[in-house]
């Protein structure tokens, strides 16, 4: 029974080793329901504070775009995900990243990127992330590259080991000055906006975005969340608005904004989130407030900067985020998944 394609290093592909056919290892390991192997390997880094873990082994993720074999992982092996990225392995605030070959022969990878809740449509942080894990592995050199996400493909700039230039997918702002009525707070008045992930960004609110205010930003947040929810505003297509990001003067004058952002599995991003900056530069260019070239440095919770810009798409519907920002390696393991273990497909929820 095949049960996970393990992407080796014995070949001359140097992103999937194994060519075009990559070398299958057949787990005799079937447990409880699932084809998770015994053995993970994985490289962890954090993005400006923010984690991603790089999955080097792949579940059989199907055939097709890359959207169709995010389904078919959500569908077939989402206990992939909490296994890997949930408690007692993980934790809430780390993204995780499954590295795919790519459906276009001329790009470097596919990516599907998750979290403790489910799957992300593309993630700044995690590719700035998957960018330096690729260069740690010497599986990409400085250079440009192409990756395929489900929601279109991101052209990366490797700069040195720990430095990335990511140039997004389309961002553009749905809907200007929504008000939502939240429990306990009153109104709350934000721009919808998509920037790979969709996001409501909330400018007009009591709190300083200190990082010693964490549990009441967090309360706030999701408390917007919830209420977007109620009243019925999502982004295009019915889809769920499912990152709550808040902005504020800089704290540092070399800085144009501080953001709080608030993830779906509601953990806050440590990063100044690079779909979050995406959606900001998109509302800021929609209202003329920053000018295709111009540098825009967005500071997160913890003080860390992505540098952003932007240019118009050329069909007019909206910005092209570019985004620059470090990556550190911080461990390469292999997580374990005893057969005994209670606990090897994550605590439960
Ligand atoms: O950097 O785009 C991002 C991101 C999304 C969720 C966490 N980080």
Redesign the pocket.
Known sequence: MQSCIFITERNNCPIFPGGENPRIHWFQTRMANTDLPIRLPVVDSHTAG?PTRCVLALPDSGVGSVAQRLDHLRTRHDAWRRAILCEPRGSDVV?GAYLLPPEDKSHAAAVVFFNNTGY?G?????MIGLAVTLAHLRRIQPGKHRLETPVGVVDILLHSPNRVTIRNVLAYRLRAAVTVLVPGYGPVTGDVAWG??WFFLVGSHPFPLDIRQVEPLTAFTWAVRQALTAAGVTGTNDAEID?IELYTAAHEPANHSRNFVL?PGKAY?R?P????TSAKMACLAADGHLAPGQPWRQEGILGTVFEGSFKWAQDGTGIIPTITGSAYITAESTLLFDPADPFRLGVPE
């Open positions: 923010e993204v992300l593309m993630c700044g942080h995690g790979g992930n990152h993830c991003d990063s989130c690079g779909t979050g």
